[in-house]
């Protein structure tokens, strides 16, 4: 037999917000093709939102049956300010991606989180922050050649020097 343990707040929202997204989902499915054949283009879209409503309303169910804590504070327990702050860094990322660029924007970002979640000094942030982004920027500039947002970094002339550097200047 299982215990009950008392419902944290806004479990029962997200509870609903899930059973309601679910049936959303299976509606869109429904409409790619309706219900015509197994064969059909959306089947297997709506057989995975039936099982996604299923599973989201037993789930709601259950939830529900259990009494909220009257201990727990929403703020407190599920939002506390440490998480706000590191949401709203990431909306300062988003918005400054562009205009500065990705190494400048990911250096900030890190720096930052990191100096935050971490409590530890800011050559100890700056040093793990800086060592992260030169490793994040090798393997995806480099070795998956992702394109970044360039902004104020002149990544490309940068990126030249290196190579005429390492081929001896025969470019």
């Known amino acids: 037999m299982q215990d009950q343990q008392p419902r944290r707040p806004g479990e029962a929202a997200f509870a609903i917000f899930v059973a309601g997204a679910s049936l959303f989902l299976l509606y869109s499915a429904y409409g790619i093709s309706g219900f015509e054949a197994l064969s059909a283009p959306g089947a297997i879209p709506m057989a995975t939102t039936l099982a996604m409503v299923i599973t989201s309303v037993i789930v709601l169910t259950r939830t529900l049956r259990h009494s909220a804590d009257p201990e727990a504070s929403f703020v ?26 990705f190494l400048p924007t990911s250096a900030l970002f890190l720096i930052a989180s990191i100096k935050l979640l971490s409590h530890r ?26 394109l970044m947002p360039t902004g104020i970094v002149p990544e490309g002339e940068t990126l030249a020097w290196f190579r005429a550097l390492f081929s001896g200047g025969t470019e």
């Open 76 to 101: 407190r327990d599920i939002l506390p300010l440490k998480v706000v702050i590191v949401m709203g860094f990431l909306i300062a990322y988003a918005l400054f991606l562009k205009p500065l660029g």
């Open 121 to 146: 000094s800011w050559a100890f942030s700056i040093g793990i922050g800086l060592f992260s982004l030169v490793l994040i920027y090798l393997i995806f500039r480099i070795v998956f050649t992702v």
